[in-house]
Each structure stands twice: as structure tokens, then as C-alpha cells.
């Protein structure tokens, strides 16, 4: 069975750090394009970055850019999302999800997601 | 940055149609994707590249693409479509993905 399944949330003072992980089963991460993205309480998806197959080119949104860090362990099959520098505003629900060989392609599956809150 | 425009709440009858609408600047020339969420659930493609569903998802679901509005439409509506519906796209400027602002279904 596909799956993924996110940990590492947790409260955080604003300015803090944080590093997500997200475990990937039935598949091999970097034969797909992977992705992190967030839901703030209340709000829309918002895509955060993701990482292309096989050379891994990492993007992000301009809203983490600089400040977030993607990153991949192939040997444990897992994705992984530095947070520095949070701020209250990146309060949110994180989801990892796969991609398809394209990067554009739709994102099957997703994660249940681990909770982040940046609150002083 | 590229916009997608949902309403935020669309309600329906059992039995009836549900028609949810994600406007964009001709969203018509892009593939669009659409998500399922429910409460605690991880989102679930339920349409993609405009009109496709996935193994799984009940022919009740389609969609539709053209000009400035792309439309998912649920048929037949059952409690168990109570949820948020979400659209997305890959904006080729950015290289970036776009979601709409989400649209929760209640089946009344």
C-alpha cells in the first residue's frame, strides 16, 4: 500500500526551529516528484515546496523561501522539511504528498498531515 | 501570482446535482486538478486534468474546463460528499502549484 505519513510537529516560539519528516511506504521517493503542502486553521491549501524526481531540484514558495529547507534521505525513503525563522503565520496543518514523473502532474497521495503551532 | 477563485460554501440536497465552481484568468488553457478533504483526512484527488477520475472515485464526480472557470460537479449527492473541495493548477510562470481557496459542501 502507498503511504505517507508526516511527523515532527509540535508547538514553537516564534523564531524557532523545526524539522518535519514524512515516511514514504510502497513506492521509492525519488522515482516521483514529492511535495510539502500546508493548511493554515481556516484557510486554503497552500503549496510550500517540492522536489523534483530523480535530480532533485528543490522549489519553494515565496513565502518560505529562504527560511525553509526540503530535503531527502533515500536510504530511509523519507522527505524531510527544515523550518527556520518561524513565524506566527506558518501556523498550519503540513501535508506531504506525491507528485507524478512530471512536475506538474497532481499530487496521489497525501499524508494525514502533523500540526504545527507558532505561538509565543 | 496566478489566482483561483472558489465560493466558500455551496449546499445541496441529497439526490441533487452539486456544481462547484474555480475561476481563474483563462483557467481554460491549464489542466486542473480537484481535491477532496474531509474533517482529519488527508485530501484525495477526485478529478484530474480537467475531466479524469482516478480508480476509485464514482462516476457521480466530473469536471469540466473552459474559458475563465473550471467546474467540478458532483451527481446524485450523498452525505458522504460532505467535505471541502479544493482546485488546483501548476502555473508555468512560477513554476509554482496554485490551489483554489476551497469550497465546503453541505448536504442538507
Known amino acids: 500500500e502507498v503511504q505517507l505519513v508526516e511527523s515532527g510537529g509540535g508547538l514553537v516560539q516564534p523564531g524557532r526551529s523545526l524539522r518535519l519528516s514524512c515516511a514514504a511506504s510502497?513506492?521509492?521517493?525519488?522515482?516521483?516528484?514529492m511535495h510539502w503542502v500546508r493548511q493554515a486553521p481556516g484557510k486554503g491549501l497552500e503549496w510550500v515546496s517540492g522536489?523534483?524526481?530523480?535530480?532533485?531540484?528543490?522549489d519553494y514558495a515565496d513565502s518560505v523561501k529562504g527560511r525553509f529547507t526540503m530535503s531527502r534521505d533515500k536510504a530511509k525513503n523519507s522527505l524531510f522539511l527544515e523550518m527556520n525563522n518561524l513565524r506566527i503565520e506558518d501556523t498550519a496543518s503540513y501535508h506531504c504528498?506525491?507528485?507524478?514523473?512530471?512536475?506538474?502532474?497532481?499530487?496521489?497521495?497525501w499524508g494525514q498531515g502533523t500540526q504545527v503551532i507558532v505561538s509565543s | 501570482s496566478y489566482v483561483l477563485t472558489q465560493p466558500p460554501s455551496v449546499s445541496v440536497a441529497p439526490g441533487q446535482t452539486a456544481r462547484i465552481t474555480c475561476g481563474g484568468n483563462n483557467i481554460g488553457s491549464r489542466s486542473v486538478h480537484w481535491y477532496q478533504q474531509k474533517p482529519g483526512q488527508a485530501p484525495v484527488v477526485v478529478v484530474y486534468?480537467?475531466?479524469d477520475r482516478p480508480s476509485g472515485i464514482p462516476e457521480r464526480f466530473s469536471g469540466s474546463n473552459s474559458g475563465n472557470t473550471a467546474t467540478l460537479t458532483i451527481s446524485r449527492v450523498e452525505a458522504g460528499d460532505e467535505a471541502d473541495y479544493s482546485c488546483q493548477v501548476w502555473d508555468s510562470s512560477s513554476d509554482h502549484f496554485v490551489f483554489g481557496t476551497g469550497t465546503k459542501v453541505t448536504v442538507l
Open positions: 522536489m523534483s524526481r530523480k535530480s532533485g531540484s528543490i
Open positions: 510502497g513506492f521509492t521517493i525519488d522515482d516521483y516528484a
Open positions: 486534468d480537467d475531466t
Open positions: 504528498a506525491r507528485g507524478g514523473s512530471n512536475w506538474h502532474h497532481y499530487f496521489d497521495p
